[in-house]
């Protein structure tokens, strides 16, 4: 065989460039790793050498996973190391060994410094954006309570839901909720994966998370099962957030769908992700810090008076504070819930008596209860802003505020002893049952389309919340100092009377109707009478 001349060599380089630049190399989080993957990228009789890739059709803007046989793309090494002269031989060899040499170096980078790099050049993402593939070429360690250590490929995800949930050791809450992002990895098993996050910005160490959980073992008999990941900065930067919990939704897909509070953490939520990609939930936003007026509106032309206005996201709630500015003061509560205004409001008026022996007006019915008390959606909450011309203290400011609420939402308060009927609250022998085993407390009311959850809870919280299902007060004459663990369905509201007392009453708690003067606030609308109430 003769030797190729200097035109030919360059042809050879030209056909074996232009075969590589029509190669774009899979995602390697998209690539399966099964044996029949391995066995498309091993060598073949030590001639034929397989690379998965994708090749773009322009026009459909599809793709097609392809392979190529480098051992029929070149040929002409073939033919060269076929030939009968040493110096061919020789020349083959040696472009073989920087052939070798210059594409291993490449992937090694691809899969060690590029990945690195890529890291260090990460950005915040938004909704709607992709994982970028370098996240998914990454490793973490994951730590377990019984102090075990392991490494995590983040592509091993590669096709779940993922549930990021970042946390700190001085966040109750937080932990409070890891019983829940238990059960929802148990529930879904590997079509969900639950990565439990602290961040470098909590200034947690090993030493204090260990005494946490060690302490949570003691006190409750918890055990956490799920591993976490501890001085977490990579996810911290792709996710930024600054208020915790905090929870952040990747699809199947990749993509970044929400950033929730744990309220969203539903059955409803988590399946319609997993079967349609997206889900309608409530986006949770950095909270911005000022130390004035939040921005509610354009009101830089109101010189006196107030409007109110839905929720707004990003800001931390408070119910009430005053600014003063050139003569003029300013009144500002932020997303404050029914609940919380009427007894902030009508402090004078409740004065200590619980929820359980709240009566509403009949002519609203059942649900201008269930809206007060129950407290659920950002779409009963509400946001008040009242501007006076002159400079005017916190009292007379909140005297306003208390006018303005009454007429907006034509709700007025009276405390009233008068005869009423209601249940008389008594236990049998059943409450055994639910006593508590202990546990992480838990008090679950988030959601009208999940169980109520209460565990290892005040028996006294739990009455007052069951006021929720009935028409008359609940009065507890003689106090039971218990904890306990029930579970009320979603649909309780629609037992009948009969099948509520039967539900109780099987769980230690009986609840007998009977005629009695009693102590109670009466809620009626401002327009109406003080007539019947429920």
């Not at 391995?38 to 392979?67: F, T, Y």
């Not at 959601?447 to 290892?456: G, L």
Request: with cysteine.
């Amino acid at each position: 065989m003769r030797k190729l001349r200097k035109g030919e060599r360059y042809a050879l380089w030209r056909d074996l460039a232009n075969t590589f630049n029509k190669v774009k190399r899979l995602p390697r989080h998209c690539v399966p790793r099964n044996d029949e993957y391995k066995k498309s990228i091993m060598p073949s009789n030590g001639r034929s050498l397989l690379r998965c890739a994708h090749r773009d059709d322009g026009e459909s803007g599809r793709s097609e996973q392809v392979k190529f046989d480098l051992s029929k793309s070149y040929r002409p090494f073939k033919a060269i190391y076929k030939g009968n002269y040493n110096s061919s031989r020789t020349l083959f060899s040696l472009l073989m060994v920087w052939f070798v040499v210059l594409f291993s170096d490449a992937q090694a980078q691809s899969a060690g410094e590029r990945a690195a790099d890529g890291l260090n050049k990460i950005k915040p993402l938004e909704i709607g954006d992709r994982v970028p593939e370098e996240l998914w070429e990454s490793t973490v360690e994951i730590q377990f309570t019984d102090g075990r250590k392991q490494s995590l490929r983040l592509d091993e995800l590669c096709g779940k839901l993922i549930l990021i949930d970042f946390w700190a050791s001085w966040c109750a809450s937080c932990i409070e909720g890891f019983p829940k992002m238990e059960k929802i990895q148990q529930k879904y098993g590997d079509d969900v994966a639950v990565l439990l996050v602290n961040t470098v910005q909590n200034r947690d160490t090993e030493e204090r998370v260990n005494k946490l959980f060690s302490g949570y073992s003691v006190k409750h008999g918890y055990s956490l099962s799920l591993p976490y990941i501890l001085q977490d900065s990579v996810f911290q930067t792709m996710f930024p957030h600054n208020t915790i919990p905090h929870i952040v939704w990747i699809n199947k897909d990749g993509v970044l769908i929400a950033n929730s509070y744990p309220s969203a953490l539903t059955s409803k939520n988590i399946e319609a992700v997993l079967t349609g990609g997206s889900a309608v939930i409530h986006q949770k936003k950095l909270q911005e810090v000022t130390d004035r007026p939040v921005k509610l509106i354009n009101e830089g032309n109101i010189v006196s008076g107030s409007f109110f206005t839905t929720h707004q996201e990003g800001y931390k709630a408070h119910g009430g504070k005053i600014y003063e500015d050139n003569n003029q003061t300013i009144y500002q509560v932020i997303n404050m819930s029914l609940l919380r205004a009427l007894s902030s409001l009508f402090r004078p008026e409740i004065n200590g008596l619980p929820s359980r022996q709240w009566v509403f007006d009949t002519t609203e019915g059942a649900e201008w209860k269930h809206d007060i008390l129950l407290n659920r959606g950002y779409d009963k909450m509400f946001c008040y802003h009242g501007v006076h011309n002159k400079n005017v203290g916190m009292e007379e400011a909140r005297a306003v505020y208390k006018q303005d609420f009454r007429r907006v939402f034509d709700i007025n308060v009276a405390r009233r002893d008068t005869i009423h009927d209601v249940f008389e609250v008594h236990f049998n022998d059943n409450i055994q049952r639910i006593k508590t085993k202990g546990g992480i407390r838990q008090a679950m009311v988030d959601s009208a389309e999940e169980p109520v959850v209460f565990q290892n809870i005040d028996l006294d919280f739990v009455i007052n919340h069951l006021s929720v299902y009935f028409d008359k007060p609940l009065i507890l004459d003689t106090a039971y100092r218990a904890s306990v663990d029930i579970v009320i369905p979603p649909d309780f509201f629609d037992y009948t009377l009969g099948a509520k007392l039967e539900f109780l009453s099987a769980r230690g708690v009986d609840l007998m109707p009977v005629t009695r003067r009693t102590e109670v606030v009466h809620f009626y609308k401002s327009s109406g009478k003080e007539g019947e109430a429920i």
